[in-house]
């Protein structure tokens, strides 16, 4: 009694293919009923060779994979395929074009078909226009041409090959010559043909019209090194280098060494730890573990300027980053013997004396400036929320010094910062909240906030003895 599976069989391919591979004789009557399909298809396919037939795809890879259980009845089915895809594959679909393909190479893998025949038809169709196709190609050509010298030269088919791919060269399709000129050197480099006669060839392409031939054959006998090529092909035409990357070539100036690209990839890495709402114990130990690795006297200068830049870059975004231990380190740096660390570690003590300079020796304080008093560390998770627009209390003194007549600029301005001083941090939010609350704030009144905060940059801490000058603000912008 048959199994009620055989009745799904003429409709389940991948399931006859699988009874097929495991008993061949029990399914010979199936299998002649789907062929019978298959040389249905193909008659339809030579009047529409330009349309799609995903029918004739599937029934196409069936026959590859069993061709070699079934000889005899698909002995002529390997030189059909190469005729149909020989005298097609100019109008076929792209899917069904790599279908052909793909049914070939499956065929030579079973050794169905001479290696001869399929490599001279695989360098025919060449002067196809999709990239897709061509790597396939390209790669069949070579792989099956390492694996018939793999045990021995097989001088027979590689002097056919040779003189195959040297009438290629002169083609006049340009991507078909280049890719066989490819071809060739990678045989090359394998060491399946390094005679003198592949030289010669290869140096009969230095002469050509086409650039990038000219460029490929010269740059062979150049000696350009392998890991490099390979290393320029995969890499995408789209990506530049970083700013980051070109100040660390500036900075520098010399060839990257290995613990000076682990410390690149340690900035990159770094670079992702921006965000200030990161936790304390989490963001920590990255610029811990960069500065007790890379920022030793151990390693080169180069290495260590590299280092100082990322903690830098991490700390200004997130200043809870870097514990005050390894902070006070690396300011000591600012006297270092090489010129690029000593430049590299004043940044990171400025923007501290900003952030917060109390994490720095006191010798690196700095003069205290307005801004600098107000500066507060945030903790983890703490807001910075403000409900007025910081400086706008300005506003308010201001207006109550224009009505006062009988002064100039200079005297203005200096009654308005005293005033400021003498007045609590409690007084100036209050009026600043009530001037954002209560009043539409023009250009011009942004402009003198701006100007007002530069002055605080600029100006001493209150109780501090006000050596600095007043100065004129360019307000023209």
Avoid at 24 to 45: C, D, G, K, M, R
Avoid at 160 to 170: D, G, I, P
Avoid at 360 to 374: I, R, Y
Avoid at 431 to 459: H, Y
Wanted: charge should be positive; aromatic fraction near 6%; charged fraction near 30%.
């Amino acid at each position: 009694m048959s199994s009620p599976n055989n009745n799904k069989l003429p409709s389940n391919l991948p399931q006859l293919q699988n009874l097929i591979k495991r008993d061949p004789p029990a399914f010979v009557e199936e299998f002649l009923q789907q062929y019978t399909h298959y040389q249905s298809n193909v008659e339809i396919f030579k009047l529409q060779p330009n349309k799609p037939s995903k029918e004739l795809a599937e029934l196409m890879m069936f026959m590859a994979q069993i061709g070699h259980r079934y000889p005899e009845h698909l002995s002529n089915f390997p030189q059909e395929l190469k005729d149909l895809l020989s005298g097609n594959h100019t109008v076929l679909e792209p899917d069904l074009w790599m279908t052909f393909c793909k049914a070939l190479i499956l065929l030579r893998n079973k050794k169905l078909i001479s290696p001869s025949s399929l490599l001279e038809l695989f360098f025919e169709l060449l002067h196809c226009h999709d990239k897709v196709l061509q790597k396939t190609l390209y790669t069949h050509i070579v792989t099956d041409i390492n694996h018939l010298n793999a045990k021995h030269k097989n001088n027979k088919v590689n002097i056919m090959l040779q003189n195959f791919m040297y009438t290629m060269l002169r083609d006049s399709n340009a991507t078909a010559a280049k890719i066989s000129l490819d071809v060739m050197i990678e045989l090359y480099r394998r060491n399946i043909r390094n005679d003198d006669k592949t030289i010669s060839d290869i140096m009969t392409a230095c002469f050509p019209k086409v650039t990038n031939i000219l460029v490929a054959a010269r740059t062979f006998f150049l000696g350009k090194d392998e890991d490099e090529k390979k290393g320029s092909d995969s890499e995408s035409e789209d990506e530049a280098p970083t700013a980051r990357d070109l100040l660390v070539q500036y900075a520098t100036g010399k060839k990257s060494s290995k613990s000076k690209k682990k410390v690149e990839r340690a900035v990159e890495v770094l670079k992702k730890q921006k965000k200030k709402k990161k936790g304390r114990e989490i963001i920590q130990s990255l610029p811990m573990t960069v500065a007790n690795n890379f920022v030793t006297d151990k390693k080169s200068g180069e290495v260590m300027t590299v280092a100082i830049h990322a903690i830098k870059e991490v700390t200004a975004r997130c200043s809870l980053a870097v514990i005050e231990e390894i902070l006070q380190d690396l300011a000591q740096y600012k006297t270092h013997k090489d010129k690029n660390v000593m430049m590299s570690a004043r940044p990171l003590i400025q923007l501290f004396r900003t952030l917060n300079p109390h994490m720095l020796q006191k010798n690196f304080w700095g003069k205290p400036t307005e801004a600098s008093a107000e500066a507060r560390v945030q903790e983890y998770g703490e807001l910075d929320a403000k409900d007025y627009i910081p400086g706008a209390e300005v506003l308010e003194i201001e207006k109550e010094e224009d009505a006062e007549n009988g002064e100039d600029e200079w005297e203005k301005q200096k009654a308005i910062s005293q005033k400021l001083s003498n007045m609590a941090m409690e007084d100036q939010r209050a009026k600043a909240t009530g001037i954002s609350t209560n009043r539409v704030l023009a250009q011009e009144d942004f402009l003198k906030l701006r100007k007002a905060q530069m002055r605080k940059e600029l100006a001493d801490a209150p109780g501090k003895a006000q050596k600095r000058k007043y100065i004129e603000i360019d307000s023209d912008e």
